[in-house]
Nanobody, 115 residues
Framework: QVRVVESGGGLVQPGGSLRLDCAASGSIFSPDAMSWYRQAPGNQRERVAFIGSTGGTDYADSVKGRFTIARGNAKNTMYLQMNSLRPEETAVYYC?????????WGQGTQVTVSS
């Protein structure tokens, strides 16, 4: 059974930084791709950042230049470095892992940007 676990959320002031980590376990296969999504109350879930199996990345326009997605040093891990955070980016952030064409989601981690 594949398990996806996020960590690193919390409260940060506007303009501050946070790093979110994601770890996938329970599969003998490495992830084909990993992504971060976020969902604020009353809003649809939106994709924030993506990293493919060969390291290619893609970002939502609203976070380009401020967020960085990268593979972690440990196998099947990755992280999202978020800088210059804004209050409107308060949301639950979810990690999605794709393994052999199936998507697996974590439980989410709350990020609150507030003074």
């Amino acid at each position: 059974q594949v398990r996806v676990v996020e960590s690193g959320g919390g409260l940060v002031q506007p303009g501050g930084s946070l790093r979110l980590d994601c770890a996938a376990s329970g599969s003998i296969f490495s992830p084909d791709a990993m992504s971060w999504y976020r969902q604020a109350p009353g809003n649809q879930r939106e994709r924030v950042a993506f990293i493919g199996s060969t390291g290619g990345t893609d970002y939502a326009d609203s976070v380009k230049g401020r967020f960085t997605i990268a593979r972690g040093n440990a196998k099947n891990t990755m992280y999202l470095q978020m800088n210059s955070l804004r209050p409107e980016e308060t949301a639950v952030y979810y990690c999605k892992t794709m393994i052999r064409a199936r998507d697996y989601w974590g439980q989410g981690t709350q990020v609150t940007v507030s003074s």
